[in-house]
């Protein structure tokens, strides 16, 4: 017969690995997120530079 100490370790572990795996999951969306808004960030600072020079030419010739 099986102690329950080994039931109550064995349980432990695999919530500790739901847990891992949860965790994980949701901190790869948030990284997702963060990369994503960087990069709406940087198209627009792209397109404000590319009005900017198309102004100076503009105004230039």
Known sequence: MIPIWIY???AGIV????M????GREERQVEM???ERE???YLKRLEHEK???EELK???E
Do not use: D, N
Request: aromatic share 0%; proline share 0%; hydrophobic share 50%.
């Open 8 to 10: 109550a370790v064995v």
């Open 15 to 18: 919530i500790s690995a739901l």
């Open 20 to 23: 891992a795996i949860k965790t």
């Open 33 to 35: 997120e963060s990369i």
């Open 39 to 41: 990069g709406e960030i």
């Open 51 to 53: 009005e900017k020079r």
């Open 58 to 60: 503009a105004t230039g």
